[in-house]
């Protein structure tokens, strides 16, 4: 017995990693439904060797199905995520909308599973920033350990986060500086993205950080405890696919380097690579396509008392996207909604 299972936004690329997902980690699918805007129907998308036609957002009845993963950004989630939640299909949802609503569950399966129970209330889990999620996936078994007081964290997020506009941008540019004829236009971001970089992802706050920042600070203090003071900057860079942080932590006690090293390779959802050599850690380019959030760099910070700084590389489309939201569908199985 599986359950039946809706991917709302299967055109996208979020969407599509979710059905990707879905197939290579055997989820129970008893029957599944693809759905996309009007103007995407009929659009071929795959599901393991299967290919299936979207069928029409807007008309779709979520009556008798059981979770459906929400890839449709937050305009159209707030239309539709309703509707499901109505008919008692349990919404997953990776737009930023429900995210810090107190009754909406913000999940990482990997720091606080035992969330998932908490759907009910409005039948919606809400899925964490993709630059949030790597991130606390390290954090949580280092807090356990010695209680983090303070992060501070740069991000060098690629544009595959931005969607595909964002991908053929970096592209179109790129080529462009090998062709001074060709012509491009700047359709995503404000400045040029190929060979630079931009410190500005979404909004600017009255503060003068982002919203992208300010995500990363509440929803780390949502997922792992509110106690811990986070800062950050968030900065895109010409890469297509993998977000990479720079972190640096303080604890209220000494960690030693080594202790770090040891629980993060023990820690559930990361992989340790980490030799102080050329070629020792873990690049953008290598993350792809891959489920683990990458540690290398892990070193004391000595300009403090209890200082650790690590670096932190993982797919943004996977555990920062779609993996994250098929782990918290696995997890709401396995916990809440058992099929016989
Ligand atoms: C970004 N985290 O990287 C945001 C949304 N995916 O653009």
């Excluded at 462009?176 to 491009?184: E, I, L, M, S, V």
């Amino acid at each position: 017995m599986g359950y039946k299972v809706v991917v709302a936004g299967a055109t996208g690329n979020v969407g599509r990693e979710m059905l990707n997902i879905l197939a290579e980690r055997q989820f129970p699918v008893d029957e599944i439904a693809v759905l996309a805007s009007r103007r995407s129907l009929g659009t071929e998308v795959s599901f393991g060797e299967r290919t299936l036609k979207t069928e029409d957002l807007d008309t779709f009845d979520f009556t008798g199905w059981d979770i459906a993963l929400f890839a449709i950004g937050s305009d159209a989630t707030k239309k539709y995520a309703p509707k499901s939640a109505a008919a008692g299909c349990v919404v997953i949802d990776n737009s930023s909308l429900y995210r810090y609503d107190p009754d909406i569950p913000l999940v990482v399966p990997e720091c606080n599973p035992e969330a998932v129970e908490q759907y009910a209330k409005k039948n919606i889990i809400a899925n964490p920033n993709c630059s949030t999620a790597q991130m606390v996936v390290a954090l949580k078994p280092l807090h356990e350990r010695a209680r983090i007081k303070r992060v501070v964290v740069s991000t060098y997020q690629s544009v595959s986060g931005s969607g595909k506009d964002a991908i053929d941008e970096l592209w179109d540019q790129t080529k462009a500086q090998y062709n001074p004829t060709a012509d491009y236009e700047r359709k995503v971001y404000t400045k040029d993205i190929a060979f630079n970089v931009i410190p500005h992802i979404d909004k600017f706050m009255e503060d003068g950080s982002t919203k992208e920042e300010w995500k990363m600070v509440v929803e780390t203090k949502k997922i792992v405890d509110p106690s811990i003071k986070v800062t950050a900057t968030c900065v895109r860079v010409p890469v297509f696919v993998g977000h990479s942080e720079a972190v640096n932590i303080e604890f209220e006690e000494f960690l030693d380097e080594d202790e770090a090293r040891d629980i993060l390779r023990e820690a559930p959802g990361v992989m340790v690579i980490d030799k102080r050599e050329d070629g020792g850690y873990v690049t953008p380019r290598e993350c792809v396509g891959d489920y683990a959030t990458f540690i290398s760099r892990i070193r004391q910070d000595s300009t403090i008392d209890n200082g650790l700084n690590l670096w932190c590389v993982s797919d943004n489309l996977r555990k920062g996207a779609a993996l994250n939201a098929v782990q918290i569908a696995e997890t709401l199985g396995n916990r809440v909604l058992k099929k016989g």
